[in-house]
């Protein structure tokens, strides 16, 4: 029947295999099939990854039921090392302390009685590197009856820190500050000037009372001492000798204080390490 307005039915021809269906776009089935293909690949590999990595932690798990964690198989011990030498160095301090509201004149006045201190020394033989020197400028202030401040001078400090390797020549070193009238002298204390010899003995002693330690506990808990896991190691020295400490003017021609002979006395190194070990059944 033939169409309103004029219009004829067209008749298609059937398409061919392979050509496309639709005049807007080609849809066919071939296409779709392939991405579905695609996909089921992709998911079947995610599936079987996903299953390996069950399997594989299921082996892990039943291969550690009834071992103890690596964690916990360590044993650790301490050990201890004490050596003992005698003290062959001493040390001390003798300054001045001037105040002046002059700088200048503070500075002079100290530098007298200094320069007379670091010649002795030096006649006494005791080198340059075993001086160290301290230095210091400040004002100082009264306090008045107004509740205000007034400059009461500038106070000018000068010390020497001394190491005195010849303990023979303490005596005549302290009897400096007495000598030129220095006004500060601390106390007298003794060390020994290079303990690395004894650090190393009382280290092999402590490595030596650890290891005893270890071979003894494990052999008492029935297992076997594997590869050390870690170290560590701290000093603890322990002066035997206390330092007598002398007053201003204690030495040999300030009027007294300072003893006929001074014993250097002797110092502890001691050495305390921690070792890990691995157990083995």
């Known amino acids: 029947m033939p169409f309103m307005n004029g219009a004829k039915r067209v008749a298609h021809a ?56 690596r964690s916990e198989r360590m044993l650790t011990v301490t050990g201890l090392g004490k050596v003992t030498g005698a003290n062959d160095i001493a040390v001390t301090t003798i300054g001045h302390s001037t105040v002046n509201k002059d700088v200048a004149k503070a500075q002079e006045e100290n530098k007298k009685v200094m320069d007379a201190v670091s010649a002795d020394l030096t006649k006494m033989g005791i080198e340059e590197n075993d001086l160290q020197t301290n230095y210091s400028i400040y004002p100082e202030y009264n306090y008045t009856s107004s509740g ?26 302290l009897g400096l500050a007495g000598k030129y009238g220095a006004t500060e002298i601390s106390g007298l204390s003794f060390t020994i000037d290079d303990a690395t010899i004894l650090k190393d003995r009382a280290r092999n002693k402590a490595l030596a009372d650890a290891q005893k330690k270890a071979r003894l506990l494990a052999a008492q808990l029935g297992v076997r001492l594997g590869e050390v896991v870690s170290y560590g190691e701290y000093e603890a020295s322990n002066d035997s000798y206390y330092p007598k400490y002398y007053g201003i003017g204690g030495g040999a021609e300030g009027g007294g204080g300072a003893p006929e002979t001074v014993s250097g006395g002797s110092k502890d190194v001691v050495m305390n390490i921690t070792v890990t070990y691995e157990m083995a059944p």
């Open 14 to 69: 059937p398409k061919k295999e392979g050509e496309c269906c639709s005049p807007h776009g080609c849809h066919c089935g071939g296409f779709g099939k392939k991405i579905m293909a695609t996909l089921v690949g992709v998911l079947l590999v995610y599936g079987i990854f996903f299953v390996g990595t069950l399997i594989r932690n299921n082996i892990k798990k039943y291969d550690s039921i009834g071992r103890v964690d």
């Open 148 to 173: 205000g401040t007034e400059l009461k001078g500038y106070r000018v400090t000068h010390s020497i820190t001394i190491k005195i390797r010849d303990l023979s020549k303490i005596n005549a070193v």
